[in-house]
């Protein structure tokens, strides 16, 4: 079984919307990370958004900024991702990522901190 299964994902124009989400089979820890990446073939994983499902604290990649929305049900271990005003640049693979321990603050948008991996949802955005 997949501990983190993506959905969601799909082909829109610019300026369309999605919502991605994650399903984790295991309850995270009280306070744990988990969030979504993307990646192109041509470029190293970004961090997107990423949530403390404990504390509730969110961070965002610039880029994605006031169009990126990170959200929980914790009762249901999911994780969700509107993505709005999308343009051609979001193009990518999306991924779902957890670190997998507790974790204190905000956190962190490099893919190294994370130990767990969904196998990604395609988002791609025409012109």
């Known amino acids: 079984q997949e501990r983190l299964v993506e959905s969601g994902g799909g082909s829109v124009q610019a300026g369309g919307s999605l919502r991605l989400s994650c399903a984790a089979s295991?309850?995270?820890?009280?306070?744990?990370?988990m969030g979504w990446f993307r990646q192109t073939t041509r470029e190293e994983r970004e961090g997107v958004a990423i949530?403390?499902?404990?504390?509730?604290?969110?961070s965002y990649a610039d880029s994605v900024k006031g169009r990126f929305t990170i959200s929980q049900d914790r009762a249901k271990n999911m994780v969700y991702l509107e993505v709005d005003s999308l343009k051609p640049e979001d193009t990518a693979m999306y991924y779902c990522a957890q670190i997998g321990l507790p974790y204190a603050g905000v956190c962190p948008l490099r893919a190294r901190y994370y130990n767990y991996w969904g196998q990604g949802t395609q988002v791609t955005v025409s012109s």
């Open positions: 295991e309850h995270p820890y009280s306070s744990d990370c």
């Open positions: 949530i403390n499902t404990g504390e509730g604290t969110t």
